[in-house]
């Protein structure tokens, strides 16, 4: 059993207000219309996926996706298992720092957007610097404990 799985039951009471934040820190920032699809990589149980009308998210925890009560599927950042450009947004929040390949991850998560990536990087992660660096063409946005970054495509 993965970490995600053996936390999964506990997760949405822990990381609830600090996740809803940062998505609503997103929308202050951001404009995504309601009509449009998001994929959300690293979705975890998917606790905010109500507040997007057409959402679908993918982990690859499957003890998390069973907290969930969106639209979700097990899958990983490094093989999006979804078209070329098959949604208007894609999202990833506080779990590229999780990705076994980060790299890989945003190339994936370009590859199935058609509009824009956005992506909120834990501060305290041990790879904040270097992903930081990596992403240094997406625009950054100050959060308290992520720093997001967003690219249109």
């Given at each position: 059993?993965?970490?995600?799985s053996?936390?999964a ?10 996740q ?11 404009y995504i ?15 905010y996926?109500?507040l997007?009308r057409?959402?679908?998210g993918?982990?690859?925890s499957p003890?998390?996706l ?10 990983n ?5 979804f ?7 894609v ?6 720092h ?15 957007a058609?509009?824009r990536?956005?992506i909120?990087l834990?501060k305290?992660?041990?790879k904040?610097?270097e992903?930081?660096e ?11 404990t992520?720093l ?6």
């Open positions: 059993m993965d970490y995600y053996k936390i039951e506990g997760y949405n009471e822990l990381h609830k207000s600090e809803l934040d940062k998505v609503k820190t997103i929308f202050k920032n951001i219309p309601h009509e449009e699809t998001v994929l959300d990589v690293g979705c975890g149980t998917a606790l996926g109500y997007f057409n959402y679908k993918i982990d690859p003890g998390m069973e907290q969930s009560r969106s639209d979700v599927r097990l899958g950042a490094e093989e999006i298992p078209e070329d450009n098959s949604f208007d947004n999202i990833s929040i506080t779990a590229i999780n990705f076994k390949d980060y790299k890989k991850g945003v190339e994936e998560m370009i590859r199935v058609k509009k990536v956005v909120t834990l305290k992660a041990k904040f610097e992903i930081k990596y992403l240094k063409d997406f625009r950054q946005i100050e959060h308290e992520d997001i970054l967003e690219k249109n495509v």
